[in-house]
Structures are given as C-alpha cells and as structure tokens.
C-alpha cells in the first residue's frame, strides 16, 4: 500500500507548465519508492525519468504538481489519444 505519492508535470523544449508533456509520480511505500509515467498507452509505467533528472539528466524539468491537477494532464492525454483515435 502506497505511504505517499508525489505528482510531477513534465516539460521539455517543446511543452510549458501551462501545458506539460506528461506527469509523473513517484510512488513511496515501506518496501522503498518507484517512479510512474503516464504513457501513451493511458496507463501508468515504470519511468527512469525522474532518477535521471536527480542524477544530472536536464532533458526533462519536473515541477510538484497535486493530485487534482495531476489528474488533469491525465485527462487531458485521454482526450489527445481519443481524438487520434477517431
């Protein structure tokens, strides 16, 4: 069961914090923590992203985001994927 889970927005040179590229969330629990992107295939997968991000990577920037606003990116990504889908 999760102890705490953290929200990030991802952005890169092609997105902004108004409208990131994905979200990310690092999940924390007694056995340790992993890290969860949002993927193209509208669900939630392991990511290396962040820990690359800590150890130097700066391709993507990641901002704390909360949940509802989280689940925003995440609807927003359905509906892009809907839409694609027509």
Do not use: C, H
């Not at 092609?14 to 992107?37: K, Q």
């Amino acid at each position: 069961m999760a102890n705490k889970i953290t929200y990030f927005a991802i952005t890169d040179e092609s997105s902004s914090p108004a409208r990131p590229s994905g979200v990310l969330r690092r999940v924390e629990t007694d056995e340790g923590e992993v890290d969860e992107v949002f993927s193209r295939n509208l669900t939630w997968e392991f990511s290396p992203l962040l820990y690359s991000a800590e150890n130097g990577d700066l391709t993507n920037d990641f901002t704390e985001v909360t949940e509802a606003e989280a689940n925003e990116i995440v609807a927003r990504i359905r509906a892009e994927a809907a839409a694609q889908a027509e």
